[in-house]
């Protein structure tokens, strides 16, 4: 088969196509006929050489997103069969090749059926992040009605999916964006008010929307300094639940207001080989919400083919793309 490898870390352009052989599921797998793919910022990463321990042995075949048809299927399961439209998040990092390629195997527990109101693009752009948002809020801070929720980022690729999933379980949503277009984009998907965070200090809004009490949850996926601000700007006695990996923060704060704080790494599953069953499980509850109407992916204008990765991980990493960067598979 036709794949998008890379033979070591590097800028965009260390892509390139190669023939490798197809793989053959093992029992509990199946494979994956691949349409689609898209873009998440563990992917950049991967490619860069930031991430070496995540990284799939070279040569690589790399993202984590996934949209396709079942080809065929291992020893053992029963639950899907050849035709089946999926998608999911079961490679693209150490142990297991990703996306990129004509055909990906996948742990059959790792997928789930793919969203019926959804094209198989479309559905691509849903599983990192959504799975990212559905562990903070639901698994993490089970978020109800009775919650106040600021989300940072509230058009970014995470946080498109946490301002809708939060509106779904009830919460009133604030979601933060440095521009207008970003704040609209935040209340079209369902937050009730949001911030401009370059001209309101944490305090202004904190007393604006929560009458000086703070919020409930706060959702970081960004991490940096908006995670210390986070410290700041939920209620004593709360929980802010983020994707940070790497800054240092100071944790008088966390202290002074008893805070829980929860990190969520989602592909751990895949990169421990263990407990993957789970992210079935949240991929149909994700693919409720979708078809239900409460979840969309908001999608960048601009889909590239798979030949084009190099160009799309330009777009992402230059922070010039609005929602997820979709990719179809043009290798076939």
Partial sequence: MQARTIDGFGDPDVFETREVETPEPEPGEVRISV?????????????????????????????????????????????????????????????????????????????????????????????VVALTAWEMLIEKADVDSEDTVLVYGGSGGVGHVGVQIASAAGARVVATGSTEEKRAISEELGADATVDYTEQSIEEYVEAHTEGAGFDVVFDPIGDDHLQTAFEAVRPYGRVVTTESSSTQELGAMHEKALSLDVVLAILPILRGEGRARLGRELREIANLVDDG?????????????????????????GEGVGKIALENDLR
Avoid: Q, W
């Avoid at 204008?301 to 777009?315: K, L, M, N, P, S």
């Fill in 35 to 127: 349409a689609a793919s898209s873009v998440n910022p563990v992917d950049y990463k991967i490619r860069r050489g930031d991430l070496p321990d995540f990284a799939p042995a070279f040569p690589a075949i790399l993202h984590c997103d996934v949209a396709g048809t079942i080809d065929v299927v291992g020893d053992g399961v029963d639950e899907f069969e050849p035709g089946d439209e999926v998608y999911g998040m079961p490679g693209g990092v150490a142990g297991h090749p990703g996306a990129l390629a004509e055909y990906m195997v996948a742990d059959a527990d790792a997928v789930a059926p793919a969203p019926e109101s959804l094209s198989l693009p479309d559905a691509a752009a849903l599983p």
């Fill in 294 to 318: 409460d979840l969309e992916p908001l999608l960048d204008e601009r889909r590239y083919g798979f030949t084009e990765v190099g160009e799309a991980h330009r777009r992402l990493e230059a």
